[in-house]
């Protein structure tokens, strides 16, 4: 089992930045595929970025690309998202997930095995 908690969600302007935090605990963190997602109200809930344990790499939405980065932390059992150059269309309940399947990472929530609670994040126009 892993357990997943998401902190640094909150309310930012238009332009700003914010950096969530996903803490990790239970099994060995950096044998896990780490992925962030979200769920705006009323829609599915979406691929963000991933980086992925074998071999390091990392893959965006186009949505994001060049503006978000993923990261991981594997002494502190943590995965972070920096999100630069906000957008009112980034307003979402921001979720970390963990999957071992696979040699990368995936796109699919389906096919991440741990989930945290989520964190809001609402960017204002």
């Known amino acids: 089992q892993v357990q997943l908690v998401e902190s640094g969600g909150g309310l930012v302007q238009a332009g700003g930045s914010l950096r969530l935090s996903c803490a990790a605990s239970?099994?060995?963190?950096?044998?896990?595929?780490m992925g962030w997602f979200r769920q705006a109200p009323g829609k599915e809930r979406d691929f963000v970025a991933v980086?992925?344990?074998?071999?390091?790499?990392?893959d965006y939405a186009d949505s994001v690309k060049g503006r978000f980065t993923i990261s991981r932390d594997n002494a502190k059992n943590t995965v972070y998202l920096q999100m630069n150059s906000l957008k009112p269309e980034d307003t979402a309940v921001y979720y970390c997930?963990?999957?071992?399947?696979?040699?990368?990472?995936?796109?699919?929530?389906?096919?991440?095995?741990?989930w945290g609670q989520g964190t809001q994040v609402t960017v204002s126009s």
């Open positions: 239970g099994r060995t963190f950096s044998n896990y595929h």
């Open positions: 980086n992925s344990w074998s071999d390091g790499s990392t």
């Open positions: 997930a963990a999957s071992v399947r696979y040699y990368r990472g995936s796109y699919y929530p389906r096919e991440y095995d741990y």
